[in-house]
T-cell receptor, first 112, second 113 residues
Framework: AQSVTQPDIHITVSEGASLELRCNYSYGATPYLFWYVQSPGQGLQLLLKYFSGDTLVQGIKGFEAEFKRSQSSFNLRKPSVHWSDAAEYFCAVALYGNKLVFGAGTILRVKS | SAVISQKPSRDICQRGTSLTIQCQVD?????MFWYRQQPGQSLTLIATANQGSEATYESGFVIDKFPISRPNLTFSTLTVSNMSPEDSSIYLCSVGNSNYGYTFGSGTRLTVV
């Protein structure tokens, strides 16, 4: 069955530490891949997206993600986390037909 | 990217009543999407609304419960009908496509009492 998996429900990192949020997908073809962030009480903001080409994509707020076809993964990274990065992060995929399917989300806590 | 104005931002409703949520986009778009985010959960697509045709509903969602209107290329409404406490969620509209990405409204936080 087609699915998007974010295996970590919660992650806590210290401010200034590096961050990696995991995302795996299960689809027959390479989908279009997205990462969104949702701050408490806020809407969804697009961090970055991957369609094709360079497998390392840069996004806003210092985030990047790497697409690995062999692992069906699209992990989100940030070299140094700031307290303002505390939020919920959603990986999402879209197939032809434009329906966006979301993972369960990962809640990021940043400790000072 | 498109800018979406969604309202109301929140509401508290009595069970058995209905609430209509509106989304206005600042540009013409072909497809609009409606999502539900239940407390502590991820987003689930309710339906896709194209102008001039019936909305396409996902499994588990029916038109009688979530009627959608799409009168033109910049506007859509979602009605949550005959509400029960289980309908308490955040409802979001979205526009976009897989080539350019998707923009979301700020959401409607619905509480049914």
């Amino acid at each position: 069955a087609q699915s998007v998996t974010q295996p970590d429900i919660h992650i806590t990192v210290s401010e200034g530490a590096s961050l990696e949020l995991r995302c795996n997908y299960s689809y027959g073809a390479t989908p279009y891949l997205f990462w969104y962030v949702q701050s408490p009480g806020q809407g969804l903001q697009l961090l970055l997206k991957y369609f094709s080409g360079d497998t390392l994509v840069q996004g806003i707020k210092g985030f990047e993600a790497e697409f690995k076809r062999s692992q069906s993964s699209f992990n989100l990274r940030k070299p140094s986390v700031h307290w303002s990065d505390a939020a919920e992060y959603f990986c999402a995929v879209a197939l032809y037909g434009n329906k966006l399917v979301f993972g369960a989300g990962t809640i990021l806590r940043v400790k000072s | 990217s498109a800018v979406i104005s969604q309202k109301p931002s929140r509401d508290i409703c009595q069970r058995g009543t209905s609430l209509t949520i509106q989304c206005q986009v600042d540009s013409q778009v072909t497809m609009m999407f409606w999502y539900r985010q239940q407390p502590g959960q991820s987003l689930t697509l309710i339906a896709t609304a194209n102008q001039g045709s019936e909305a396409t509903y996902e499994s588990g969602f029916v038109i009688d419960k979530f009627p959608i209107s799409r009168p033109n290329l910049t506007f859509s409404t979602l009605t949550v009908s005959n509400m029960s406490p289980e309908d308490s969620s955040i409802y979001l509209c979205s526009v976009g496509n897989s080539n350019y990405g998707y923009t979301f409204g700020s959401g409607t936080r619905l509480t049914v009492v």
